[in-house]
Nanobody, 117 residues
Framework: QVQLVESGGGLVQAGGSLRLSCAPS????????MGWSRQAPGKQRELVAT???????NYADSVKGRFTISRDNAKNTVYLQMNSLKPEDTAVYYC???????????WGQGTQVTVSS
């Protein structure tokens, strides 16, 4: 079973930056998109950013202009560059890979991002 391995989370002061990475432990074929979601304590998981295999990106309004999603096609790795971080960005961040065929979704185990004021 292929797993998604996330890294790059941590503690940062408001205004700082972090870069999250997500890579599969094995080969995943028929990918159509990758994305990042987050879940803060007591809140529902929300979609933060997505990128398709064609390179089209989409962002939640709350992170537009501050976060950038990118991918390395050769490594099937997806990144989330987070700048100008705010305390409200504090959450567990999850990467997600979506396929054309079942199993349709793979999820990472989550990485904690904490932004102090």
């Amino acid at each position: 079973q292929v797993q998604l391995v996330e890294s790059g989370g941590g503690l940062v002061q408001a205004g700082g930056s972090l870069r999250l990475s997500c890579a599969p432990s094995g080969s995943i074929s028929w990918l159509i998109a990758m994305g990042w979601s987050r879940q803060a304590p007591g809140k529902q998981r929300e979609l933060v950013a997505t990128i398709t295999t064609g390179g089209s990106t989409n962002y939640a309004d709350s992170v537009k202009g501050r976060f950038t999603i990118s991918r390395d096609n050769a490594k099937n790795t997806v990144y989330l560059q987070m700048n100008s971080l705010k305390p409200e960005d504090t959450a567990v961040y999850y990467c997600n890979y979506r396929r054309s065929f079942a199993p349709y979704d793979y999820w990472g185990q989550g990485t904690q991002v904490t932004v102090s004021s």
